[in-house]
């Protein structure tokens, strides 16, 4: 193995790393709890938008999401359950991700929700541009997710 690819790996598993992709994302997902837990119907209105659940399911997930964003979040700013907050927001993340795309590829323009549960009023060509910027943002939190679950596992409380 080249010298570049060792030092490569040395930086991408190092705990300076790691810390600063767990304060990222746990600070990212914490921001993007408070509106929707502020504001529940607003919110339940955009996982409505999506039209991939059952109409029985949208206030369920409106209430639940968020505290699981919120949980996670904060796990991750105080470095408790790295791992398993981690493993939940990447997945929550692949979930995103793909209710983003399965609604890009519908030309269902919507608004995500992700950060702001108020409807802006764009044009659907903005708002089929914002989803593709989210659906890439959100690869790059995905990213961050992964980084945390691949660097060092020393000192890791057990659930």
């Not at 994302?25 to 919110?43: C, E, I, R, T, Y």
């Not at 764009?122 to 939190?141: H, N, T």
Request: aromatic residues 6%; hydrophobic residues 60%; positive net charge.
């Amino acid at each position: 193995m080249s010298r570049a690819v060792i030092r490569l790996r040395a930086v991408l598993g190092s705990e300076w790393l790691k810390t600063r992709a767990q304060l990222a994302l746990g600070l990212l997902f914490v921001v993007a709890a408070l509106p929707k837990l502020a504001d529940p119907p607003s919110f339940a209105h955009m996982i409505y938008n999506y039209r991939l659940l059952p109409g029985t399911l949208v206030n369920v997930f409106a209430l639940v999401l968020p505290w699981l964003e919120l949980l996670a979040g904060v796990a991750l700013l105080l470095g408790l359950w790295t791992r398993a907050s981690a493993a939940l927001t990447g997945l929550l993340l692949v979930v995103f991700v793909g209710a983003v795309s399965v609604n890009l590829l519908r030309g269902n323009a919507i608004e995500c929700g992700c950060f702001d549960v108020r409807a802006a009023g764009k044009s659907v060509a903005e708002r089929l541009a914002d989803m593709r910027w989210d659906a890439l943002r959100d690869i790059g939190m995905l990213v961050l997710a992964a980084q945390i679950l691949l660097a060092g596992r020393d000192g890791e409380p057990s659930l």
